[in-house]
């Protein structure tokens, strides 16, 4: 009642208003969805064993997953955008509710993958409509929005040592049918969600209109605008490659090189993730007060002194200069999102499918591109190589002003 009374009294002023409740549901149901994404590689060791997989196999699951859930996400960002669809994201956790079911109970590795890909179709609806719903309560604080958003998904990514040394050790397979429950959670604040965005769209029809439609659209992207995108992906890249090689390597690197446990390993890795996620929730009011090309550039720079000093440091060193460099470095995730949204503002959809999930996509294959890497020169040498790769981020530099941008949207 007091919801829906209230929205046509700010109709006229949702622009300036930032709506924290939702923010902050939606916000939560990211880490919901990205904690049920966080299960299928955190149970590889024991599908490894239960069932005795190749690590081809495995390879082949993480591949499902990340190609469904990447490469989706543009594709139904770029739809929605034309036609907004607010119940796709009740919808949308419904499938992965239904994959993650699937994968606590599957006896086959057929019906292993057939989950992981409910699982990542859900995940390629949630996330662009999720940016999209961000975007609409953001108010004029579109960075904090982001950032509230995407630290949810990012707290959820680092869940995945604690999923797996409480739930899926203890239980094993049958432990993963245990987030249906979160699921179902994150279902019921998605409906909420989603009567929400219908009212504002039915409510501020014309004010949703112009955010999600811009007839210069019609003509294309300035050759500006699509160098400007480019530059911006290039660094997501760059970042996400880098954050691959971390999460995927260096648990291994610190094992030989520090003669750690396992689980020791996984204390830093945790450390780093956690760190990221709370560099990712700073990133975004940091970037409402200095802008957003400063914290893009800042973000990447500041990062290289410490990781190229990561491999030639004792443990302790190297565990504190990682959650520096988690830190710092992720203080541009929610802010690249809201710089491409802006770039082009009547795709807000499909913005946030290109930054979060290609570019994501991308990442995994350049994760692979690492391993091979490894494989090639070793693995301290990859690691070492590695730190450099954040010297990327001086084509930041390249990027047009954020008056420039807001000058461009005013043509």
């Given at each position: 009642?007091?919801q829906?009374a209230t929205?046509?009294?700010?109709?006229?002023n949702a622009?300036?208003s930032t709506?924290?409740?939702?923010?902050?549901?939606?916000?939560?149901c990211h880490?919901?969805?990205d904690?049920?994404?966080?299960?299928?590689?955190a149970?590889?060791?024991i599908?490894?064993k239960s069932m005795?997989l190749t690590?081809t196999?495995?390879?082949i699951?993480?591949?499902?997953?990340?190609?469904?859930s990447?490469?989706m996400?543009?594709?139904i960002?770029f739809?929605?955008?034309?036609?907004?669809?607010?119940?796709?994201?009740?919808?949308?956790l419904t499938f992965?509710l239904?994959g993650i079911l699937?994968?606590?109970?599957a006896?086959s590795f057929g019906?292993?993958?057939?989950?992981v890909l409910?699982?990542?179709l859900g995940?390629?609806?949630f996330?662009p409509e999720g940016s999209?719903?961000a975007?609409?309560?953001?108010?004029?604080r579109r960075?904090l929005?982001q950032s509230?958003?995407q630290?949810?998904?990012n707290t959820g990514?680092?869940l995945a040592?604690?999923i797996t040394?409480l739930?899926?050790?203890p239980?094993?397979?049958i432990?993963?049918?245990?987030?249906?429950?979160?699921?179902?959670?994150a279902?019921?604040?998605?409906?909420?969600i989603?009567?929400?965005?219908k009212?504002?769209?039915?409510v501020s029809?014309?004010?949703?209109?112009?955010?999600?439609?811009n007839?210069?659209?019609k003509?294309?992207?300035?050759?500006?605008?699509?160098?400007?995108l480019?530059?911006?992906?290039?660094?997501?890249?760059?970042?996400?490659?880098?954050?691959s090689g971390?999460t995927n390597?260096y648990?291994f690197y610190?094992?030989?090189?520090y003669?750690?446990?396992?689980?020791?390993s996984?204390l830093f890795?945790?450390?780093?993730?956690?760190?990221?996620?709370?560099?990712t929730?700073?990133g975004?009011?940091?970037?409402?007060?200095?802008?957003k090309?400063?914290i893009?550039s800042?973000?990447m720079?500041?990062?290289v002194?410490?990781s190229?000093?990561?491999?030639h440091?004792?443990?302790?060193?190297a565990?504190i200069?990682?959650?520096?460099t988690?830190?710092i470095?992720m203080t541009s995730f929610s802010?690249?999102?809201v710089?491409?949204q802006e770039?082009?503002?009547?795709k807000?959809g499909?913005m946030?499918?290109?930054?979060?999930g290609l570019a994501f996509?991308?990442g995994?294959?350049?994760?692979?591109?690492?391993?091979y890497?490894?494989?090639w020169?070793?693995?301290?040498?990859?690691?070492?190589?590695?730190?450099?790769?954040?010297?990327l981020g001086?084509?930041?530099f390249?990027l047009?002003s954020d008056?420039k941008v807001?000058?461009?949207?005013k043509q």
């Open positions: 009642m007091s829906q929205l046509p009294g700010r109709a006229s622009s300036e709506m924290y409740k939702i923010l902050f549901i939606i916000g939560l880490l919901l969805n904690a049920i994404q966080a299960v299928i590689p149970m590889f060791p599908l490894e005795n690590y196999q495995l390879g699951i993480a591949f499902s997953l990340n190609m469904v990447s490469v996400q543009p594709v960002g739809y929605t955008d034309k036609k907004p669809m607010p119940f796709a994201l009740p919808i949308g992965t239904v699937g994968l606590g109970f006896p019906l292993i993958v057939l989950s409910f699982i990542g995940s390629a609806v996330h999209r719903v975007y609409m309560a953001a108010g004029n960075g929005a509230i958003y630290v949810g998904g990514q680092a040592p604690v040394a739930i899926l050790v239980l094993g397979q432990g993963a049918s245990w987030f249906t429950i979160v699921a179902a959670i279902v019921i604040l998605l409906v909420y989603a009567n929400w965005y009212q504002m769209l039915v029809q014309i004010r949703i209109k112009k955010k999600l439609s007839p210069g659209m003509q294309g992207l300035t050759k500006q605008v699509k160098n400007t480019a530059l911006i992906l290039l660094l997501i890249f760059a970042r996400t490659w880098y954050t971390i390597f648990t610190a094992i030989k090189e003669a750690l446990t396992i689980k020791q996984q890795l945790f450390a780093f993730l956690v760190s990221g996620a709370v560099g929730f700073f975004g009011p940091l970037s409402d007060r200095f802008g090309k400063t893009i800042f973000s720079l500041a990062t002194p410490f190229i000093i990561i491999p440091v004792p443990p302790t060193m565990f200069f990682l959650i520096i988690g830190f470095l802010v690249t999102v710089y491409a770039l082009v503002p009547g807000i499909t946030s499918g290109l930054t979060v996509g991308m995994a294959i350049g994760s692979v591109g690492l391993g890497i490894a494989d020169i070793g693995l301290q040498s990859m690691i070492r190589w590695l730190g450099g790769l954040p010297l001086l084509i930041a390249l047009p008056k807001w000058e461009w949207n």
